[in-house]
Antibody, heavy 119, light 108 residues
Framework: EVQLVESGGGLVQPGGSLRLSCAASGFSFGSYSMIWVRQAPGKGLEWISYISSSSTIYYADSVKGRFTISRDIAKNSLFLQMSSLRAEDTAVYYC?????????????WGQGTLVTVSS | EIVLTQSPGTLSLSPGERATLSCRASRSVSSSYLAWYQQKPGQAPRLFIYGASSRATGIPDRFSGSGSATDYTLTISGLEPEDSAVYYCQSYGRSLWTFGQGTKVEIK
């Protein structure tokens, strides 16, 4: 069974940093592209970062230069290092697996971890 | 960047009725790259439709997707109370993944 379990969320002050983790299991983690998607309270879904199986990386403009995605294949883990956090980064952050067919959709989602940026 | 516009914002229908949800893209997208997700309150989104018309594993056949180019539709034939949720379309283009703003389906 595919499982994605996020951790590391919490309350952080504006300008602060936070590192999110996602523990993956039930599939060959290194063979899949992984994504971070966030959802601000009461709002819609926003794609923010992507890392391929070969470590090609993309970011949404809203987080470029502030967030860094990485993965540790040996530990079956995905990470999101967030810095210079702003109030508008407050959201539930989902770890997501991209389907392997090359059709750019998301077949498994974690339960999410809440990040609150506030003083 | 592709912009996806979903309509209506909210759909309020009775059990057994048909729901038609629209997703319009700002420019043509490959039908292979159009997906639909369902999200219930307090839950993560769940893949429902991929490749514009293929149902994901375990999705009832009352859900169907169609469309091409800039216009895509998710149809729910015979609404059930458990179909109450927000539905998002999603696409991809030029190294960017995009979601529509969502359509909320309410069951009267």
């Amino acid at each position: 069974e595919v499982q994605l379990v996020e951790s590391g969320g919490g309350l952080v002050q504006p300008g602060g940093s936070l590192r999110l983790s996602c523990a993956a299991s039930g599939f060959s983690f290194g063979s899949y592209s992984m994504i971070w998607v966030r959802q601000a309270p009461g709002k819609g879904l926003e794609w923010i970062s992507y890392i391929s199986s070969s470590s090609t990386i993309y970011y949404a403009d809203s987080v470029k230069g502030r967030f860094t995605i990485s993965r540790d294949i040996a530990k079956n883990s995905l990470f999101l290092q967030m810095s210079s956090l702003r109030a508008e980064d407050t959201a539930v952050y989902y770890c997501v697996r991209e389907d392997s067919r090359g059709w750019y959709f998301f077949d498994y989602w974690g339960q999410g971890t809440l990040v609150t940026v506030s003083s | 960047e592709i912009v996806l516009t979903q309509s209506p914002g909210t759909l309020s229908l009775s059990p057994g009725e048909r729901a038609t949800l629209s997703c319009r893209a700002s420019r043509s997208v490959s039908s292979s790259y159009l997906a639909w997700y369902q999200q219930k309150p307090g839950q993560a989104p769940r893949l429902f439709i991929y490749g514009a018309s293929s149902r994901a594993t375990g999705i009832p056949d009352r859900f169907s997707g169609s469309g091409s180019a800039t216009d895509y539709t998710l149809t729910i034939s015979g609404l059930e109370p458990e179909d109450s949720a927000v539905y998002y379309c999603q696409s991809y283009g030029r190294s960017l993944w995009t979601f529509g703003q969502g359509t909320k389906v309410e069951i009267k």
